[in-house]
């Protein structure tokens, strides 16, 4: 009985040491990397190729469009 308290007591402690210092790492570790990878898709070459084929394309679409073509 006694070692089923010390368990219960070091569940208790170990969920409020989770809410007050795992926690708030691993939120600060998710920030961290969605910085890191939007730094790394706008260095991504494949973006920017992407960006202008798609603006090329409404660039087109839009002239196309357009009373004085």
Do not use: Q
């Amino acid at each position: 009985m006694f070692l089923l308290l010390v368990l219960f007591l070091a569940m208790l402690l170990f969920i409020k040491g989770f809410f007050k210092i795992v926690l708030p790492a691993l939120i600060l570790l998710m920030i961290l990397k969605f910085l890191f990878g939007g730094l790394m898709l706008l260095l991504s070459p494949h973006f920017w190729g992407t960006l202008l084929v798609i603006s090329i394309i409404v660039w087109l679409v839009r002239a196309s469009r357009s009373r004085y073509y």
